[in-house]
């Protein structure tokens, strides 16, 4: 698609033919995404712990999580 020929949109998008873009997309699926290592949740632990928590009342407390992820990429032969 010579997208030069097209004219811009909003000054700077260009519409796209569907079965173009159905295209881009499976192939960024098939080279991009699918390749991404994922985590199972099974794997993952967490410990919560707080020096302000009433044990005793029944209430909702705010909270506020920070991760940490490591991986390392699959070698280019994998």
């Known amino acids: 698609m010579d997208v030069r020929s097209e004219i811009p949109r909003e000054g700077r998008y260009v519409k796209v033919a569907t079965n173009v873009a159905d295209r881009v997309i499976k192939e960024l699926?098939?080279?991009v995404i699918?390749?991404?290592p994922f985590t199972k949740w099974k794997n993952m632990a967490a410990v919560?712990?707080?020096d302000h928590v009433d044990e005793t009342l029944s209430k909702d407390y705010k909270?506020?999580?920070e991760l940490r992820v490591s991986f390392m990429y699959p070698s280019i032969k994998e």
Do not use: K, M
């Open 29 to 31: 699926y098939d080279n």
């Open 34 to 36: 699918s390749r991404i």
């Open 48 to 50: 919560f712990s707080s």
């Open 63 to 65: 909270l506020s999580v």
